[in-house]
């Protein structure tokens, strides 16, 4: 009779144990869910600005300059060699055009056929969502693509 009230009262002692046990393990795995969702997110969106700037850069190799790389500017933000009308709106993945830098470099005296383009993203905002780094991390050379100019004009 005894053992049965000591069972009984280390069963009633141990009722929510289980319950602090699943909730701290809960806890622990939403935090590495999101936390991979997050860098997955991070990884998605590095790769479709490589994709872009090398179409863009790919774009503007073959096609006349323009002497300010605007048209290439386009290709990267809007996938178009033109701006669409009205008012600037934000491009791929809400860049801007000061996040998109274009520059052409002259050939050097050894060797004048080495016209280089150079696309570069900087000042890409990522934007986390896991609750304990949630803010906007900048990212000052998210991408730097460059190519040898084949027109020459």
């Given amino acids: 009779?005894?053992?049965r009230r000591i069972v009984k009262s280390v069963k009633r002692g141990r009722s929510g144990q289980a319950l602090v046990e699943s909730a701290l393990i809960l806890l622990v795995f939403l935090t590495t869910l999101i936390g991979i969702l997050d860098v997955s997110q991070l990884l998605f969106i590095h790769q479709?600005?490589?994709e872009r700037t090398r179409a863009a850069l790919?774009?503007?190799?073959v096609q006349p300059w323009d002497g300010t790389g605007a048209k290439i500017q386009n290709m990267v933000l809007y996938q178009s060699p033109t701006a669409p009308g009205g008012l600037e709106p934000p491009g791929f993945l809400g860049l801007r055009r000061a996040n998109v830098l274009v520059t052409r470099t002259a050939g050097t005296a050894n060797n004048?056929?080495?016209e280089r383009i150079s696309i570069a993203v900087v000042n890409f905002d990522y934007k986390f969502f896991t609750p304990f780094i949630a803010r906007t991390f900048q990212n000052?050379?998210?991408v730097l693509q460059s190519t040898p100019l084949l027109?020459?004009?």
């Fill in 112 to 114: 004048p056929n080495d």
């Fill in 151 to 153: 027109y020459r004009n």
């Fill in 58 to 61: 790919r774009w503007g190799m």
């Fill in 140 to 142: 000052n050379s998210a």
């Fill in 48 to 50: 479709s600005l490589v």
């Fill in 1 to 3: 009779m005894r053992n």
